[in-house]
Protein backbone atom coordinates (compact mmCIF):
# COMPACT_ATOMS: atom_id res chain seq x y z
CA UNK A 1 0.00 0.00 0.00
CA UNK A 2 1.35 3.28 -1.02
CA UNK A 3 -0.03 6.54 0.39
CA UNK A 4 0.37 9.81 -0.89
CA UNK A 5 -0.02 13.24 0.79
CA UNK A 6 -0.56 16.42 -1.32
CA UNK A 7 0.45 19.64 -0.50
CA UNK A 8 0.93 23.51 -1.36
CA UNK A 9 -2.40 24.31 -2.62
CA UNK A 10 -4.12 27.63 -1.54
CA UNK A 11 -5.73 30.93 -3.33
CA UNK A 12 -4.21 32.66 -5.70
CA UNK A 13 -4.69 35.42 -8.32
CA UNK A 14 -4.34 35.08 -12.20
CA UNK A 15 -1.04 35.41 -13.39
CA UNK A 16 0.45 33.92 -10.15
CA UNK A 17 2.16 30.80 -9.37
CA UNK A 18 1.64 27.93 -7.18
CA UNK A 19 3.56 24.56 -6.49
CA UNK A 20 2.51 21.50 -5.53
CA UNK A 21 3.95 18.76 -3.32
CA UNK A 22 3.13 15.07 -3.00
CA UNK A 23 5.07 13.14 -0.92
CA UNK A 24 4.85 9.18 -1.31
CA UNK A 25 5.10 6.40 1.57
CA UNK A 26 7.13 3.63 -0.65
CA UNK A 27 11.36 3.02 -0.99
CA UNK A 28 10.26 2.02 -4.68
CA UNK A 29 9.03 5.39 -5.61
CA UNK A 30 11.36 5.48 -8.11
CA UNK A 31 10.04 2.92 -10.37
CA UNK A 32 6.14 4.36 -10.42
CA UNK A 33 4.27 6.55 -13.15
CA UNK A 34 3.26 9.64 -10.88
CA UNK A 35 0.72 11.55 -12.26
CA UNK A 36 -1.25 15.27 -11.31
CA UNK A 37 -5.14 15.18 -11.56
CA UNK A 38 -7.48 17.99 -11.35
CA UNK A 39 -11.68 17.94 -10.84
CA UNK A 40 -13.49 20.95 -10.84
CA UNK A 41 -16.81 21.24 -9.16
CA UNK A 42 -19.52 19.56 -11.85
CA UNK A 43 -16.73 18.11 -13.82
CA UNK A 44 -15.24 14.49 -14.17
CA UNK A 45 -11.36 13.99 -12.86
CA UNK A 46 -9.04 15.56 -15.77
CA UNK A 47 -5.01 14.24 -16.21
CA UNK A 48 -2.90 17.12 -15.84
CA UNK A 49 0.39 15.53 -16.36
CA UNK A 50 2.57 12.74 -16.03
CA UNK A 51 6.28 11.81 -14.61
CA UNK A 52 7.40 8.54 -16.19
CA UNK A 53 9.98 6.27 -14.11
CA UNK A 54 13.23 7.90 -15.62
CA UNK A 55 11.65 11.28 -15.57
CA UNK A 56 10.00 11.32 -18.93
CA UNK A 57 6.34 13.74 -18.89
CA UNK A 58 3.42 14.85 -20.96
CA UNK A 59 0.56 17.40 -20.42
CA UNK A 60 -2.70 18.20 -21.29
CA UNK A 61 -2.69 20.73 -23.91
CA UNK A 62 -4.05 23.22 -21.88
CA UNK A 63 -1.08 23.52 -19.38
CA UNK A 64 1.74 22.93 -21.76
CA UNK A 65 4.16 26.26 -21.17
CA UNK A 66 2.52 26.72 -17.67
CA UNK A 67 2.83 23.87 -15.79
CA UNK A 68 5.99 21.65 -15.39
CA UNK A 69 5.94 18.44 -13.53
CA UNK A 70 9.26 17.03 -12.03
CA UNK A 71 10.36 14.16 -9.36
CA UNK A 72 12.49 14.28 -6.88
CA UNK A 73 13.61 9.84 -6.32
CA UNK A 74 15.43 10.68 -3.43
CA UNK A 75 12.94 12.50 -1.83
CA UNK A 76 10.09 10.20 -3.03
CA UNK A 77 7.91 13.32 -4.11
CA UNK A 78 6.58 14.69 -7.04
CA UNK A 79 5.97 17.90 -8.00
CA UNK A 80 3.88 20.22 -9.97
CA UNK A 81 4.95 23.81 -10.31
CA UNK A 82 1.90 25.98 -12.09
CA UNK A 83 2.57 29.32 -13.68
CA UNK A 84 0.81 32.05 -15.26
CA UNK A 85 -2.58 30.22 -13.00
CA UNK A 86 -5.98 30.87 -14.96
CA UNK A 87 -9.31 30.81 -13.32
CA UNK A 88 -10.04 28.05 -15.32
CA UNK A 89 -7.06 25.93 -13.42
CA UNK A 90 -9.37 26.40 -10.40
CA UNK A 91 -9.82 22.65 -8.83
CA UNK A 92 -9.18 20.36 -6.64
CA UNK A 93 -5.78 18.61 -7.76
CA UNK A 94 -4.21 14.72 -7.03
CA UNK A 95 -1.79 12.84 -7.05
CA UNK A 96 -1.30 9.57 -8.22
CA UNK A 97 1.07 6.18 -8.77
CA UNK A 98 0.98 3.36 -10.75
CA UNK A 99 3.08 0.56 -11.53
CA UNK A 100 2.24 0.66 -14.95
CA UNK A 101 3.49 3.23 -17.32
CA UNK A 102 0.19 3.24 -19.47
CA UNK A 103 -3.16 4.47 -19.45
CA UNK A 104 -1.36 7.61 -17.57
CA UNK A 105 -4.22 9.68 -18.60
CA UNK A 106 -6.81 7.37 -17.35
CA UNK A 107 -8.05 8.14 -13.58
CA UNK A 108 -8.49 3.71 -13.52
CA UNK A 109 -4.58 3.28 -14.88
CA UNK A 110 -3.49 4.46 -10.98
CA UNK A 111 -3.13 2.19 -8.85
CA UNK A 112 -3.03 4.81 -5.71
CA UNK A 113 -4.48 7.89 -4.95
CA UNK A 114 -3.73 11.34 -2.69
CA UNK A 115 -6.49 13.32 -0.87
CA UNK A 116 -6.52 16.38 -2.96
CA UNK A 117 -5.66 19.80 -2.65
CA UNK A 118 -8.06 22.68 -3.37
CA UNK A 119 -6.38 25.42 -5.69
CA UNK A 120 -8.00 28.39 -6.48
CA UNK A 121 -7.14 31.41 -9.14
CA UNK A 122 -9.52 34.39 -8.79
CA UNK A 123 -10.05 36.64 -11.95
Do not use: H
Not at 81 to 108: F, G, H, I, W
Amino acid sequence: QVQLVESGGGLVQAGGSLRLSCAASTRTFSTYTMGWFRQAPGKEREFVAVSWSGGSTYYLDSVKGRFTISRDDAKNTVYLQMNSLKPEDTAVYYCAAASRSYLYTRSYGYDYWGQGTQVTVSS
